[in-house]
């Protein structure tokens, strides 16, 4: 039996130095609530990302939670069902409705060509994603919100690092969340943070984060315990050095993807090329392939099986669709999704992380080509 190859690792940084980083949390006792290390850390992402508002949370969901109330929205948000439980769950939690729009078959973020039609006088929000690090249509996006008097939020959970024309992703839309779990490209064990362009949303966006306390006697809002501790400030602060070179890596793994499984019948990769084209710098988050079974002769889901038996660990990353989770399959029974369903039922994400080496690169993609010959 050969090694186990998991869907995804955590990078960390060199143990000694974040041995160093936290050396001083000993003496100072300052473990949580706006420590030096969590003060250097959102400087450094300012820096990094080119940000003038920056908050740091908890975790990312939090963040998008406390984000949709600091815009006080109210009513409708459309929205994208092919996304993480999380970006529907904040948008529900909020008392709002999330309003479906179906995906594109390219890239796999809202078509911004059928939200139009989806907007009604009860509608505040668009709130789209970056998913897989694939940047939404963005200018298109902008227009359609400033047209129709909406709130643009950008779930960039799986964008960190992402830059059009030179310039950090951060910045787009009112405000822009990042999480920094774990799994993701860069992260602070658990954390996220949200970018916003507006300073008038900085006090709820800090009250909602810590019970709503303004000062020692003054209790302003019902608010959320949010808040990013010194540990995780500095694993973010830590991991925040290596974040280009870990890019760089990912980008490898991802050409040596590229070089076994870019020209298969019936197996689409994201198209690099195309996002050079446009201006995109990637952060190579994941390396989704969707397969089309009357073209493979295999579906999805024996391939799926077929990396099991040989101990390699995918993800069908996202299936189910958000209108099929049991919590939500009642409400939105009736909503016509046929790109992101088709999507969801043949999509599956391969082993992605920067330390993958090409030995097993080769033998995913083996895997697959064998499968493929004898289909
Ligand atoms: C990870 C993720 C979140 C939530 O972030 P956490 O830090 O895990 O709370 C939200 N949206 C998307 C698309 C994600 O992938």
């Keep these: 039996m050969s090694d186990k190859i998991l869907v995804t690792r955590s990078s960390l940084p ?16 300052w473990l949580t609530n706006n420590g030096p290390i969590y003060t250097e850390f959102e400087d ?17 969901h939090m963040a998008l939670d406390i984000s949709l109330k600091a815009l006080e929205l109210k009513g409708e948000v459309i929205t994208t069902p092919f996304t993480f439980a999380s970006t529907t769950h904040a948008i529900v939690m909020n008392g709002l409705i999330p309003v479906f729009c179906d995906i594109k078959p390219d890239d796999y973020t809202i078509d911004e060509n059928k939200i139009e039609e989806l907007i009604t006088d009860k509608t505040s929000a668009i709130l789209a994603v970056h998913v897989y690090g694939q940047l939404c249509n963005i200018t298109k996006l902008k227009e359609i919100c ?11 959970a799986h964008a960190f690092g992402v830059e059009l ?10 405000i822009s969340m990042f999480s920094f779990h774990a799994t993701k490209v860069f992260h602070s064990i658990e954390g996220g943070a949200v970018i916003f362009n507006d300073k008038k949303y900085e006090r709820k966006l800090k009250n909602l984060r810590n019970f709503g306390i303004e000062g020692p006697e003054s209790v302003v809002e019902v608010g959320f315990n949010a808040k990013m501790n010194e540990f995780a400030a500095a694993m973010g602060s830590c991991n925040l050095d290596y974040i280009d070179e870990n890019i760089k890596k990912r980008k490898n793994v991802v050409e040596q993807y590229c070089k076994k499984i870019n020209n298969i019948d019936g197996i689409k990769i994201i198209d690099y090329d195309e ?32 990396f099991e038996k040989h101990s390699i660990y995918t993800r069908k990353y996202f299936y ?38 090409n030995s097993d690169i080769s033998r995913i993609c083996d895997i697959i080509l064998n499968l493929y010959k004898h289909s």
């Design 275 to 306: 996002n050079i084209k446009k201006g995109i710098k990637e952060n190579y988050a994941y390396f989704p392939i969707v397969i089309d079974e009357t073209k493979t002769g295999f579906t999805r889901d024996e391939l799926f099986g077929e």
């Design 165 to 174: 024309d030179r310039q950090p992703i951060a910045n787009f839309g009112d």
């Design 44 to 60: 450094k992402l300012k820096k990094y990302l080119q940000c003038q508002n920056l908050e740091l949370y908890v975790n990312g």
């Design 146 to 156: 400033r047209k129709h008097n909406l709130k643009l939020i950008f779930d960039a």
């Design 14 to 29: 060199p143990f000694d130095e974040y041995v160093e980083k936290i050396k001083g949390i000993w003496d100072s006792r």
């Design 320 to 357: 189910p669709l958000i209108t099929e989770f049991e919590c939500y399959e009642e409400k939105f029974e009736n909503i016509d999704l046929p790109v992101a369903k088709w999507v969801s039922d043949r999509v599956l994400t391969l082993p992605m992380y920067s330390e993958l080496s």
